[in-house]
């Protein structure tokens, strides 16, 4: 107990330094008055958190994000042997010198490394692993940044929610590794938008709400394992414009998520479009989305203008069952 204690009172002295160098580099009065107010609001939160006293790491490169009252903040804790050094996130800087970022302490990590946000950093070294074992949500986690090619593995997603927009505009990003052990009811929208050199998908265990938009873009996917779409809402534009796709697609997609009516066209509009799928299989397809020719399991017009081709197009496809 002594030596936690002794950590915490450590680990606070070096927040109240990081404070106040941050504080001296700040010009504008007014700036300043308010980020003092906010610096003291948030040492009186980390003095009562039980979390600041693990932070100290002895085993090496090892980065732990503070637990902020306002989610996470832009500042984390390094500490290399006996070394601390706090670090506030400033473009410019773009080496992490990481092994392992821990997230566990975090619930939300929107937007952390997202390059267009002005407080970031712009990544050219990537850490081996993100502990993410309390995190519910990683919107935008790495978008925009477009010269990274791998992302690190995430150790367990089981309570993340949200993977919206994760990697949007990451141009050059080519593999993800798999999403271990994902939440149910996953909300995945755009979250490949624009990865130019994305190959091969990740793997992602869970049921994805929303696909809209997820793989819109990526003109380079050859590889797609098979996802749970069983309840998804909305599979709008999901792999618009991805070039590289098998001729065939390689998997039944399920639409038993989808609204029934008319609503249900909006909710699939172009979730193909690209030139190279010829072959779609679908099964608890809604009737109002093959209308013109309900018992054609090939051609329905409609069906075909929604997943984003025109009626003259070549493509094939493939109805297991309907319903209302």
């Given at each position: 107990m002594e030596q936690n204690n002794n950590q915490k009172a450590?680990?606070?002295?070096?927040?109240?330094?990081?404070?106040?160098?941050?504080?001296?580099?700040i010009n504008e009065k007014a700036d300043k008055k308010a980020y003092q107010e906010f610096a003291q609001k948030q040492i009186k939160f980390a003095a009562t958190s039980e979390v600041i006293a693990l932070m100290p790491n002895a085993n090496g490169k090892v980065l732990t994000l503070l637990?902020?009252?306002?989610?996470?903040?832009?500042?984390?804790?390094?500490?290399?042997?006996?070394?601390?050094?706090?670090?506030?996130?400033?473009?410019?800087?773009?080496?992490?010198?990481?092994?392992?970022?821990?997230?566990?302490?975090?619930?939300?990590?929107?937007?952390?490394?997202?390059?267009?946000?002005?407080?970031?950093?712009?990544?050219?070294?990537?850490?081996?692993?993100?502990?993410?074992?309390?995190?519910?949500?990683l919107g935008n986690f790495f978008s925009n940044q477009a010269q990274i090619s791998t992302v690190p593995a995430f150790d367990d997603l089981s309570k993340c929610k949200n993977i919206s927009y994760m990697f949007e505009f990451c141009a050059n990003l080519r593999e993800v590794p798999d999403f271990p052990h994902s939440s149910e009811n996953i909300n995945a929208r755009g979250m490949f938008n624009q990865c130019h050199k994305l190959e091969k998908a990740p793997k992602i265990y869970g049921y994805i709400e929303d696909a809209s938009h997820m793989f819109d873009g990526c003109e380079s996917l050859k590889e797609v394992p098979e996802y749970d779409l069983s309840r998804c809402k909305n599979m709008n534009a999901m792999f618009y414009n991805c070039k590289s796709l098998p001729s065939e697609f390689p998997w039944t997609i399920d639409l038993q998520g989808l609204p029934s009516g008319d609503d249900c066209r909006g909710k699939i509009g172009s979730m193909f479009g690209c030139s190279s799928v010829k072959k779609i299989k679908l099964k608890n397809v809604p009737r109002s989305l093959n209308p013109d020719n309900p018992d054609n399991v090939l051609n329905g017009s409609t069906l075909k203008s929604c997943l984003g081709y025109s009626s003259s197009d070549n493509v094939e496809i493939t109805i297991e069952n309907y319903r209302d």
């Open positions: 450590a680990a606070l002295d070096d927040l109240k330094i990081v404070f106040n160098d941050i504080y001296n580099r637990p902020f009252e306002y989610g996470v903040s832009l500042y984390a804790y390094y500490k290399n042997g006996d070394n601390s050094v706090y670090k506030d996130y400033v473009k410019g800087n773009d080496k992490l010198p990481w092994d392992i970022i821990d997230c566990r302490y975090i619930l939300n990590l929107n937007r952390l490394f997202d390059e267009s946000n002005t407080a970031s950093v712009s990544l050219t070294k990537m850490p081996k692993v993100i502990n993410t074992s309390n995190v519910i949500s």
